[in-house]
């Protein structure tokens, strides 16, 4: 694994060979193809980030594209857009910018229409679920009552 020290700035283009953490200061783009970039918890990073997997622990202010995975840590902040197939977002993590995971649906291979509702009333078993389980909807609960006299009747 290479390491940025806390105490080095570099400013250019990166381009890592190998997994990639940077403790210190870096504007300018890095790109990590085929691993896995980690920005330090007091790393500043003025920068476009691409890699395959891109932890954040620290600052990143540019855009964070990953082939596999984004994750940002509690106290961890990407001031850019975020484009991945997953994405995890920690509680007290922060990301300002838009979000962009179509890449998961190009990969769930998602048949074009889903079956009707005739179909499936007409007694015909529905089909297995083409969705990977971390693309399938959540189910909701009923939902709660509107005020209290509702729940007493």
């Not at 105490?7 to 953490?21: N, P, S």
């Not at 509680?91 to 079956?115: E, F, H, K, Y």
């Amino acid at each position: 694994m290479a390491r940025i020290g806390r105490e080095t700035t570099i400013q250019g283009r990166i381009v890592a060979a190998e997994d990639l953490e940077i403790l210190g200061a870096v504007e300018g783009h890095v790109r990590g193809a085929e691993h896995r970039v980690t920005i330090g918890p007091e790393a500043r990073v003025k920068a476009d980030v691409e890699a395959d997997v891109v932890v954040v622990l620290g600052r990143v202010m540019g855009s964070v594209v990953a082939r596999d995975l984004v994750e940002v840590v509690a106290g961890g902040v990407i001031g850019g857009d975020v484009r991945a197939p997953r994405v995890v977002l920690h509680d007290g993590a922060v990301v300002v910018g838009a979000l962009d995971m179509s890449i998961a649906l190009s990969r769930a291979r998602v048949p074009a229409a889903t079956p009707t509702d005739a179909a499936c009333s007409a007694g015909e078993a529905a089909p297995a679920n083409p969705y990977p389980p971390h693309l399938r909807p959540v189910p909701t609960s009923t939902p709660a009552p509107s005020s209290i006299d509702d729940r007493t009747r």
